[in-house]
């Protein structure tokens, strides 16, 4: 029955309601209960009831009957009242209960002594008396005595219960009035998130949440946001992810089958470039099968890596001298400043493969007699290592997704040489970022591009110092 939010936030307010009403109906019980204000209000009861008794003269005490006192006396406000004469000497000339406990002495010594009217009580706070003394002349005193009401009795002779009954009544349907608002205002936003989540898993990713309600419903509705969007750009990727793939298997996949076919009929007019030609797309094959064999490792966390000191600064320096042949034959200069660097712990084979891969792509988007430049930063701890060319830059909106699996910079995938499958970027960030550092791309269109890695350096005092293996 109360297995939504809306029900159980009503309850809850129902119940803290009527606990809070308990709590006051009890305090206001102990609060009358210890105050003078009942003692005060039977005294005045009492003296006005000796007023009229006064009046008639206090004979009517021995005259009338008991009934018709008690009838008389709850009539004025003090029922179960007893009446006394007392004499000046302190003896009880006159009662209206003589088999009862006779009051203390000090209460019939006090009636007996004065000489003007008098009033006060004995007895314990559950079992209190009350009583009023008045000169009645002849050297005689009117002593009237009355137990202090039940409080109960007290709220509902004075109208006070039903005006506090009411008063809850109103005060429980304002609470469920707004207990309803509350929980309305706090599950709204809850069930337009569930409609829009339903809407999702139905394939509408155009779905936003406008953020309304309390502080964590707003904070619900932008997470709910930004996972819809990051879903949205989930399946694009996954879509181009699929069409690359398939372009990329189905081409050098054509290639092999067509040559290889003109081999077999004996079409082939130069069987040596022919098998050439087979090699090459089967060895681009082959690398694309690494490549993904490579992220499927990383994404499974099945690729550790090799951690040991790694000199950074020769790892570039090899870099370099390897790629310098394919940079002569573009007259294309690579600067290295070769500035001393310290040495980090990680993997020097993928820290490799990542600064080749970014040499390798400035090398290949800058024009021929354009410049490759290395420049080295360390400070607060890390390394920062930039990769500029003099290329022609890559435009904001590619820029940020050139880290996509398979997104290929060159849409025609037309130009000379082997052609890369869009995932080598893709794979020298993971690898980065499995160090703990950061791969970064920025890039002014007509100007050029620059990649800068950053990785941590380990000091002596680190616990991650890889520890020498065993041989």
């Not at 009035?177 to 936003?189: G, T």
């Not at 690398?287 to 090799?306: S, T, W």
Request: proline content about 6%.
């Amino acid at each position: 029955m109360f297995r939504s939010l809306r029900a159980r936030l009503l309850l809850t307010h129902m119940l803290v309601s009527a606990l809070v009403l308990i709590l006051v109906a009890v305090s206001l019980l102990v609060f009358l209960i210890n105050s003078r204000q009942l003692d005060e209000l039977t005294t005045r009861r009492l003296r006005g009831a000796a007023e009229l008794v006064a009046e008639r003269g206090p004979r009517v005490l021995q005259f009338l009957g008991t009934d018709r006192l008690n009838a008389a006396f709850r009539n004025l406000g003090v029922p179960n009242a007893r009446g006394m004469i007392v004499g000046h000497e302190g003896a009880i000339l006159t009662d209206t209960r003589p088999g009862d406990e006779p009051p203390p002495a000090e209460v019939i010594q006090a009636a007996a002594s004065s000489e003007e009217d008098t009033h006060g009580g004995y007895g314990g706070l559950f079992n209190r008396w009350l009583y009023v003394a008045q000169p009645v002349g002849e050297g005689r005193s009117l002593l009237l005595l009355a137990p202090r009401p039940n409080p109960v009795a007290a709220i509902g002779q004075e109208l006070l219960l039903p005006l506090i009954l009411r008063a809850a009544l109103v005060a429980l349907a304002a609470s469920l009035v707004l207990a309803w608002l509350i929980s309305r205002w706090v599950s709204a936003p809850l069930k337009k998130t569930a409609e829009a989540a339903r809407s999702v898993a139905a394939g509408d990713y155009d779905q936003r949440l406008a953020p309304s309600g309390p502080d964590e419903a707003h904070s619900l509705a932008t997470s709910f946001n930004e996972m819809v969007q990051q879903v949205q750009g989930s399946q694009q990727a996954m879509r181009d992810f699929v069409a690359n793939v398939s372009h990329d298997l189905r081409t050098p996949l054509t290639s092999i089958q067509g040559y290889a076919q003109a081999i077999l009929d004996g079409t082939a007019s130069d069987v040596k470039n022919a098998a050439g030609v087979i090699y090459d797309e089967s060895d681009r094959l082959g690398r694309l099968v690494e490549q993904l064999l490579d992220l499927a490792r990383m994404d499974a966390g099945q690729a550790p890596l090799d951690r040991r000191p790694v000199d950074l600064g020769a790892i570039l320096a090899a870099i370099v001298e390897r790629l310098k042949l394919k940079a002569d034959k573009k007259n294309i200069r690579i600067q290295n400043p070769m500035e001393p660097l310290p040495k980090l712990i990680g993997d020097g084979d993928r820290l490799a493969q990542v600064f080749t891969n970014l040499i390798d792509n400035a090398l290949t988007y800058t024009p021929e007699g354009g410049e490759v430049r290395l420049k080295t930063e360390v400070s607060s701890g890390w390394v920062t290592v930039h990769v500029d060319d003099t290329g022609p830059g890559i435009s904001s909106e590619e820029l940020s997704r050139i880290f996509e699996r398979f997104y290929q910079l060159d849409k025609s995938r037309s130009g000379s040489g082997p052609r890369g499958a869009g995932l080598g970027l893709a794979i020298s960030r993971e690898i980065v970022q499995a160090h703990g550092g950061s791969l970064e791309a920025q890039s002014v269109v007509g100007r050029g591009s620059r990649f800068t890695v950053r990785l941590p350096i380990v000091r002596p005092d680190d616990e991650t110092l890889a520890r020498p293996q065993r041989q």
